[in-house]
């Protein structure tokens, strides 16, 4: 028997690049070549669009069910890809495999599609009584435009698809030009299940982005991102009246009460503002906490991150990794050094290596807590999206709150205490899309998910992401 004529196994890597040429993605750990990217051009995307077009009213017709049972299959694909998908993330992204990174994210992938698949969509019964009966239906908008960052492109991706999909649109989506290939990997396994061209992806940089965003046959943009992209594609969208998702930056504050057990809550806080190397949106970018407990919490604090082994992704023992792009590496060292210069306190961390601030190897910055910063630092007030803590000393919980509640964006924050109705009363005054009380950043399929203040508007998640990718109708008789 010969092996000539048997297929040979063709990676999914092998699968999305393109035969010549690409644009070479570096491992922002090694900087080493992950792979090439394709790039789309305006005619592409067109194109794109074009087709998802054509496909979706088939896409609509099909039934909710059927839709539905997609969106497990799709759940499943996933699984069956999961190690290859997870790699590739952690190689493209930066992201370890372990903890709550690579293995974690494409798992999340699969628990977002599976829970997407199971909400009631159904009409909604408004008035039924002697005077009328009105329903209120769900229909599908029609093409879906989304727009991802870099930081989890595969999971936020499935968040702007699978309630697209199971609503009856098709969808276009364009990566971030950091992280192309996890997107384009991601949709790859997908579409070994789904309809053709229900869902397109156009690799592409910020024009590519912009254009879909202005495009007349996209009825809605589901955009993450940062709040001056966000702002750019909210005005692009007023032209043609766009339905649009906007999930934005945040500098999500948590309080500490002065009732919590620093040592109880410490490895929590970590992950609060530590996942995924700090850059997430709805991280713990600020920390507040009180006289009392300030020593305690730093000391627990610290004696966590000593322990945290940061390095290259695939290197099964490292929870932390490198910052995904130089350019947000220097964001990092900026809000560091100026925390410095101020006089604020570097309990562990700051101190880069000398050969990653010449630009040479990895984007690695290390874990840092800063104590003794001042409110009106930059450290404070803007986002770091790495991994830096500010840890603010306050003696009035009032002062807290207002710190907490003073900047331009409201994504989450956290309460932390022993005492659940203190916290609740405290949760109450913050104003953000979600306060989560002994924990953060914990998001949750079945949770509606959205920003306050300039961190965006409209829900992802649950039955209400469902229908915010939806047009709504009313029946009434
Ligand atoms: P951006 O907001 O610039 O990028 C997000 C996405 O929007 C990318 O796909 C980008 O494409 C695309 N884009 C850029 N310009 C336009 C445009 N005019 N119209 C439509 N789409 C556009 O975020 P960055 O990746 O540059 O990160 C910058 C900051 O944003 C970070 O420092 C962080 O503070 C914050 N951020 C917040 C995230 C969150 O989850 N809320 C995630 C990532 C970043 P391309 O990448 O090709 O430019």
């Given at each position: 028997?010969?092996?000539?004529?048997?297929?040979?196994?063709?990676?999914?890597?092998?699968?999305?690049?393109?035969?010549?040429?690409?644009?070479?993605?570096?491992?922002p750990?090694?900087?080493?070549?992950?792979?090439?990217?394709?790039?789309?051009?305006?005619?592409?995307?067109?194109?794109?669009?074009?087709?998802?077009?054509?496909?979706?009213?088939?896409?609509?017709?099909?039934?909710?069910?059927?839709?539905?049972?997609?969106?497990?299959?799709?759940?499943?694909?996933?699984?069956?890809?999961?190690?290859?998908?997870?790699?590739?993330l952690s190689?493209?992204q930066g992201k370890p495999l372990n903890g709550p990174n690579a293995r974690f994210e494409v798992?999340a992938?699969?628990?977002?599609?599976?829970?997407?698949?199971?909400?009631?969509?159904?009409?909604?019964?408004?008035?039924?009584?002697?005077?009328?009966?009105?329903?209120?239906?769900?229909?599908?908008?029609?093409?879906?435009?989304?727009?991802?960052p870099w930081n989890w492109p595969m999971m936020i991706?499935?968040?702007?698809?699978?309630?697209?999909?199971?609503?009856?649109?098709?969808?276009?989506?364009?990566?971030?030009?950091?992280t192309?290939?996890s997107?384009?990997?991601?949709?790859?396994?997908?579409?070994?299940?789904?309809?053709?061209?229900?869902?397109?992806?156009?690799?592409?940089?910020?024009?590519?982005?912009?254009?879909?965003?202005?495009?007349?046959?996209?009825?809605?943009?589901?955009?993450t991102?940062?709040?001056?992209?966000?702002?750019?594609?909210?005005?692009?969208?007023?032209?043609?009246?766009?339905?649009?998702?906007?999930?934005?930056?945040g500098?999500?504050?948590?309080?500490?009460?002065?009732?919590?057990?620093?040592?109880?809550?410490?490895?929590?806080?970590f992950w609060g503002a530590f996942i995924n190397t700090g850059q997430t949106c709805a991280a713990m970018k600020?920390?507040?906490?009180?006289?009392?407990?300030?020593?305690?919490?730093?000391?627990?604090?610290?004696?966590?991150?000593?322990?945290m082994?940061m390095?290259?992704g695939?290197?099964?023992?490292n929870v932390l990794g490198p910052v995904q792009?130089?350019?947000q590496?220097?964001?990092v060292?900026?809000?560091?050094?100026?925390?410095?210069?101020?006089?604020?306190?570097?309990?562990?961390?700051?101190?880069?290596?000398?050969?990653?601030?010449?630009?040479?190897?990895?984007?690695?910055y290390?874990t840092?807590?800063?104590?003794?910063?001042?409110?009106?630092?930059?450290?404070?007030?803007?986002?770091q999206f790495g991994p830096v803590l500010?840890?603010?000393?306050?003696?009035?919980?009032?002062?807290?709150?207002?710190?907490?509640?003073?900047?331009?964006?409201?994504?989450?924050?956290?309460?932390?205490?022993?005492?659940?109705?203190?916290?609740?009363?405290?949760?109450?005054?913050?104003?953000?899309?979600?306060?989560?009380?002994?924990?953060h950043g914990a998001v949750?399929?079945?949770?509606?998910?959205?920003?306050?203040?300039?961190?965006?508007?409209?829900?992802?998640?649950?039955?209400?992401?469902?229908?915010?990718?939806?047009?709504?109708?009313?029946?009434?008789?």
């Open positions: 028997m010969t092996t000539q004529n048997v297929p040979q196994k063709v990676s999914l890597l092998e699968r999305i690049q393109p035969a010549v040429g690409g644009r070479e993605i570096l491992d750990a090694t900087v080493e070549v992950v792979g090439r990217a394709p790039e789309a051009t305006m005619e592409d995307l067109d194109a794109a669009v074009a087709r998802a077009r054509a496909a979706q009213p088939g896409w609509a017709a099909r039934s909710d069910a059927d839709r539905a049972e997609r969106l497990n299959a799709a759940a499943e694909a996933i699984e069956a890809h999961a190690e290859e998908l997870a790699v590739l190689r493209e798992g992938c699969v628990a977002w599609l599976r829970a997407t698949a199971s909400f009631p969509v159904g009409p909604e019964v408004i008035v039924d009584d002697e005077s009328g009966r009105a329903e209120l239906h769900h229909r599908p908008l029609g093409v879906v435009g989304a727009i991802g991706s499935i968040w702007q698809i699978a309630p697209s999909l199971r609503m009856g649109n098709t969808v276009v989506i364009k990566p971030s030009e950091y192309p290939l997107v384009l990997g991601l949709v790859e396994v997908l579409n070994t299940v789904l309809d053709p061209d229900v869902l397109i992806a156009v690799p592409g940089r910020g024009d590519t982005g912009d254009r879909l965003t202005r495009h007349p046959d996209i009825a809605k943009i589901m955009f991102g940062s709040t001056p992209t966000g702002k750019k594609i909210i005005a692009a969208a007023s032209e043609t009246v766009k339905r649009l998702t906007m999930e934005l930056g500098n999500d504050a948590g309080i500490v009460l002065d009732d919590a057990d620093p040592t109880a809550i410490a490895e929590d806080l600020r920390l507040y906490v009180p006289d009392a407990l300030y020593d305690q919490v730093c000391d627990a604090l610290v004696a966590i991150a000593g322990q082994p390095g290259v695939l290197d099964e023992a792009n130089r350019a590496w220097e964001i060292d900026r809000l560091v050094t100026a925390a410095q210069d101020s006089g604020a306190r570097i309990l562990i961390g700051g101190d880069p290596d000398p050969e990653v601030i010449a630009g040479r190897g990895g984007h690695f290390p840092t807590l800063v104590a003794d910063i001042e409110e009106d630092n930059p450290l404070v007030v803007e986002e500010p840890i603010i000393r306050y003696t009035d919980l009032e002062q807290a709150i207002t710190a907490a509640n003073a900047l331009e964006v409201g994504l989450g924050s956290s309460v932390w205490s022993s005492d659940l109705d203190r916290a609740r009363a405290v949760a109450a005054r913050l104003e953000a899309g979600t306060t989560w009380i002994n924990k949750d399929p079945r949770i509606p998910f959205g920003g306050a203040k300039e961190s965006g508007f409209g829900l992802e998640f649950g039955t209400h992401g469902l229908r915010e990718v939806s047009q709504s109708h009313v029946i009434a008789w």
